[in-house]
């Protein structure tokens, strides 16, 4: 291929690079495999004492120091090598239709990106996706990938007993000690992870989701009949990524939907999923009586074709279930979830995601695209949470679930939405049980309505506790949620509160090492390794300038004190200084810090006199 | 008294007044006690079916419309008549030290608020406390008030069972369908709740902190040595309360300490706590080795006079305690623990606090200043959480409530700092048994260390959470914690993030008028009523600018779409187009709303063909 680049204001030119200040990007490779790279952060940490801190990453290339980027050449295909050896073929493909772009004119249309090339597709003779190869006992690349990945700072685990490294309560997960690839293998073979991976999104940098990994976040973008450009959309993938996000859904229902989604993959190193439906609607005028079986195909392979890694698919919206929201005070919210009830009553007939469900599976396998089963019912509101319609909808996704794995596919099962606290946990219970524990993916949930501008906080509190019950990815909100488009200030806002529910979640659930950045975080603070302190944070630049906003000198950032105190005042410092104190009277210091708790123990035994003068 | 204002730069001139957008306070009046009027916020739906919404308001008269405001005149002494009803005697008072004010020279002294009056106090032989009223089974003035502010929207509750009107799960708290004085009379003599209300602070709407009460948030101001002033302060604190705060707290350590405690209580319409202990360090040189009894004795009378509501006393931190801190990652945080940690420790002797405990009481008492028993012990990193040292002052900290119960005091216990998830409830289950089911008050807890610059964030996850298993009142973080002092849009951002956690724990909780106001935004959602949307939230300015950049004209704030999803796609239209779809179907609109889900059930139970074509 070698097409040339139509060079115009709508092409993105740019986007966000450079490491993340005080950072930087690292790979490993593991001996057994050389052209696998697995990368990391590496944090600098002033203190010659301590190691580097790495942290994961999910930013791709765009955080290499020095990264030249050309957006209409894509990112490298690190996975061709992997997909070479396992035989598939190219193929012409499908050709892109005007309604792709939503008949947009052409002064105004998106070129495609120049770096896409023929698809790939599988064959029904051959292993085609990671749930087809774990359960034929088959480890792949992917999967030695992302144990590599999940394995940060467990090398120290090898050989220990689980509850011997680290306290938690994981509610009946089974979070291993250290990751294997065998492991991971295990844990796709039996439905409860997946590694989104379309075989024709091969720039893609492999992760997993489950519960037994770490839990991860997925942020949205996309255009919509009122605003955004492709150059904003790509721009915001690169943006969320940078900050965290480990999956992008693209959710554009606006103009140049396929082109657009063209540059967006061919640059994207995490998976994008999408919601065929979106986009069939378009092509059908936006009525969803006009919607059929036929456009709804021609979608899903149009986006398999580009290398979509996961899609959601409103197929448990059954028509038995609409009248159930007829009461509810807000309806039906899921976009997804509306328009296939429209189409279900309209008619009185069942859903056609359903009944082709079979038709889909096949479709998707061939190219491992993942389901991610929408919740097209899901409460919109705290007084419709857990309701019948929601928990009806969740049945048959637990039914479908085992259909999709029959026909080879991966599967992740979509969930709320607006819940008030106390009912939280009965979701993830439910869950788990009618859908044999496929990872579970929850869009917050919202724990109150009453805060529209700050949807964000009210749903990173549910986020945080459902990923600790057992949710394997947050889909972030950001402060737009209900009001507005995202901009770029609130998508960073959105994945990093999600970044903080995610991970305390993972340090509530007992992951081996999870806790490594928040101790060195807390030395950190305890040594006044200010630097250190902004460096080791999910947000080095706004910590930096929040403390420059009080104490801007650069004296500072080595001063041994802080401006909520002031110099005299400090507890930190009294409590430094206590210990040398301490320290002093008894002659030597290393005695003291290392023998204190110690005879703490015998002073409250023998109620006595430990600190008596020599 | 008639001192003339010194008018100088150094006086507040203005602060922030007038109602929110949208809104407007009204006062109700019980019809037996005229001299009781108890405010609320009403705010204005645009849906005549509707009636307007009542929310709690802790703002006081500032947000009353055409508020004239003199700060040198004080608020109105509210609480007057009830406590010259009480017999209480004035007196001529402590007279004003040097030190009081950090010794500032004259051209940089703030001139005392000239809304000073004589101080009153109790006598041995009168009940002077809330507790001692309580106890003896008379209700007071300030019991019927709190009672009306506390049973806003229950009214429809009378005579209801609990279980029959919220769902939720309260962990053994007692939440009463309605709240009569004499529960609340109850709950302060069983030493559950507690009314912060120093008789020397009449300009006081009181406010019930206590389990079976809806959770409370607290703001924090104060100068620091490094920065601030007293114009500043006191819009901090009106500007807090306007936001939601239910109490403030003057951390003040900076110069002219004492004249702006004035200022800001003879202002302040919510209970202010202090930290005494800072400003007796103040008044030592800031070496905490020279602290003694009479400075700190010295201290507490002089701000039970001005009035403070409550105050933070670190009797817990004993001599026996700080050597098991020695081990911890981040020894120890809290300032007022880090000063008597250091105190006990150089001279090898108990705390002066704990010795003098009875003292100490005996003041608190006669002035009916409330405790809230600091714990100076608290972790500061999750490294550090629920450790030997934290749980050994929670001890001691229940000896010393049936201490302070003893000698007719009100108390409440402080409570962490840093915990990861799931080591939050444990804290809430020591804290009821050890402290005899005494009002908690906790800092958050941040749930992980990682996010300096998003602690509210951090925190307000531990705090939703700890406020549901029963914390009463939840001390706010703002996005500075760890970084700098917080200004007026982090102050703002603070509350709200609590005003968020604090709400979805009563929620959680059950607490049968909760979901009112969640409600009454899920309706105004689903009818597109987008003014009301925004000012049923808890900050509509900020929602309703978040509309205006995407969707900026007036036109749209009665749009029946939004910019998510633009005007063909939305899902509530689709909802609602499918309810009106129905309806003609049926040929009978509110036969189908309100029999769907019954005819759902017998749809379900005969698998049968429900929408048949008439």
Known sequence: MNIQPKRSSLIPETVTTGPLTGSRKVYYTPPSHPDIQVPFREIDITDPNEEKLRVYDASGPYTETDIGVDLSKGLKKIRKPWLER??????????????????????????????NTQPLSGEAAKYVTQYEFARAGLITEEMIYVAHRENLGRERMLGCALEKIA???????????????????????????????????????????????????????????????????????????????????????????????????????????????????????????????????????????????????????????????????????????????????????????????DEICDIMRKYDVSFSLGDGLRPGSIADANDA??????ETLGELTKVAWEKGCQVMIEGPGHVPMHKIKVNMEKQLKECHETPFYTLGPLTTDIAPGYDHITSG??????????????????????????????VKTGVITYRIAAHAAD???????????????????????????????????????????????DAHKVAHFCSMCGPKFCS????????????????????????MAEKSREFLDQGGQLYVKQ
Chains 1, 2 share one sequence.
């Open 389 to 394: 319609a929601q928990f009806g909808e969740l």
């Open 167 to 357: 306290d938690g309560e994981s509610f009946g997960a089974d979070i291993p000690a250290f990751v294997t690839p065998e492991f991971v293998r295990d844990e796709i073979a039996r439905g409860r992870a997946i590694i989104p991976a379309n075989i024709n999104h091969q720039e893609l940098e492999p992760m997993i989701i489950g519960r037994n990994f770490l839990v991860k976040v997925n942020s949205n973008i996309g255009n919509s009949a009122v605003t955004s450009s492709v150059a904003e959309e790509v721009e915001k993938m690169v943006w969320s990524i940078r900050w965290g996000a480990d999956t992008v859904m693209d959710l554009s229902t606006g103009r140049n939907i396929h082109n657009i989604r063209d540059w967006i993959i061919r640059n994207s190193p995490v998976p994008i999923g999408t919601v065929p439906i979106y986009q069939a609607l378009e092509k059908v005028g936006g009525d969803p009586l006009k919607l059929d079986w036929e456009v709804f195909k021609d979608t899903l392979i149009e986006q398999a074709e580009q290398g979509v890694d996961y899609f959601t698919i409103h197929a448990g919206v059954r028509l038995k279930y609409v009248p159930l929201t007829a009461k509810r005070v807000t309806g039906i919210v899921s976009r997804g979830g509306s328009i296939m009830a429209r189409w279900c009553l309209a008619g009185h007939r069942e859903s056609f995601l359903y009944e082709r469900f």
């Open 572 to 595: 930190m410092k009294i409590t430094q200084d206590l210990r040398v104190e301490a320290a002093a009277m008894l002659e030597n210091e290393k005695a003291v810090l290392e023998g």
């Open 461 to 490: 509190i549910g986020a945080a506790m459902i990923g600790w019950f057992g949710t394997a990815m947050l889909c972030y909100v950001t402060p737009k949620e209900h009001l507005g488009l995202p901009d770029r200030d609130d």
């Open 507 to 553: 340090l509530a659930k007992g992951h081996p090492a999870a806790q490594l950045r928040d101790d060195a975080m807390s030395r950190a603070r305890f040594s006044f390794r200010w630097e250190d302190q902004f460096n080791i944070g999910l947000d080095p630049d706004t910590a930096r300038a929040y403390h420059d906003e009080t104490l801007p000198k």
């Open 86 to 115: 396992r035989g598939f073929s190219a193929y012409a493909g499908r050709t892109v239709k005007d309604e792709d772009n939503g008949g947009v004119t052409e002064d105004k249309l998106v070129p495609a990106c120049p770096a």
